[in-house]
């Protein structure tokens, strides 16, 4: 029932984390349209998309809550890696619009009016953002949540962004409106690099990459008196959904219903010192 309540209290920080995340992206995009400047509109769209990973932070925590049923037997959780990739790919895609309009920006450049409402802006974001960074990442802290911890450091790196674009504002007003397109094309890698990120990461869930080393597995099994020695060690899934198969090796004189006790002692131990064990499959071998 605590497990229940924690997911439900960490969809409200999300929630409330989202809300304003798309406030700033509004206003920062709002902004930049109207004084033409092209790093504003790019952090603005760096700011939906932080967004966009909220909601992916909501789609993971409400399927999480889902225990596992007769159609699902390994739970629910890659559903939250599907939505993942479609994130990444919404990234490119802004990565690739934020690039092609900054060439032509660059050859038909276009004057930038800088005014007291974009710097006004940007500094409302960057306190938004601390705000953001401190209150999630405290709760997560207390709430358990790898979600809300890794959003507020996401987040964290977005406060250097927002401070980028006001360098970027001033020198325009100095006269030197080129650095606009120069740091809109940063923030356009920058929001690909995100995308290539996650990308890498779900795919390693979908083509059941090793999660574990073998050797954190095999120290479990070396403490479990009457266990020879464990091997054909296989893990997969996610950081906070471990799969582990295994086959344990033990005395052919060994009972049945011993050798059963034995593993699910190992199994027990499996999921008790090794975080995010959901799944354990034992075969039993004699010697």
Not at 102 to 131: D, K, L, Y
Not at 137 to 162: K, N
Not at 171 to 180: E, N
Request: hydrophobic letters at 50%; a neutral charge.
């Amino acid at each position: 029932m605590a497990r229940l309540d924690n997911f439900a209290r960490a969809r409200r920080v999300l929630l409330l984390v989202l809300l304003l995340n798309w406030s700033v992206a509004l206003a920062k995009m709002a902004v930049g349209y109207l004084i033409n400047s092209l790093s504003m509109i790019a952090d603005g769209f760096h700011s939906l998309l932080d967004g966009a990973s909220n909601v992916i932070g909501l789609v993971g925590l409400t399927v999480a809550a889902k225990e596992r049923d007769e159609v699902h037997p390994y739970g629910h959780k890659k559903y939250e890696t599907f939505t993942a990739i479609a994130i990444s790919i919404l990234l490119f895609i802004t990565c690739f619009e934020v690039i092609e309009l900054a060439f032509r920006r660059m050859f038909n450049p276009q004057p930038i009016e800088v005014s007291p409402a974009s710097f006004g802006v940007m500094i409302i974001t960057i306190i938004v953002n601390i705000f953001v960074t401190r209150y999630e990442s405290r709760r997560g802290e207390e709430l358990s949540s790898d979600v809300l911890i890794a959003d507020s450091a996401q987040t964290r790196s977005d406060i250097f962004v927002s401070i980028s674009v006001i360098g970027t504002l001033v020198l325009a007003h100095m006269g030197y409106p080129r650095w606009d397109i120069v740091v809109a094309i940063g923030i356009a890698f920058a929001i690909g690099h995100a995308g290539f990120m996650i990308l890498r990461r779900s795919s390693m869930v979908l083509v059941d990459r090793m999660v574990l080393d073998k050797t954190r597995v095999e120290e479990v099994c070396a403490k479990i008196e009457g266990i020879e020695k464990c091997h054909k060690i296989r893990t997969r899934g996610r950081k906070d959904d471990i799969n582990i198969d295994l086959h344990i090796v033990v005395n052919q004189k060994m009972e049945v219903g011993e050798a059963h006790a034995l593993a699910h002692r190992l199994e027990r131990s499996l999921k008790q010192q090794i975080p995010g064990v959901t799944d354990v499959q034992i075969h039993i071998e004699p010697f």
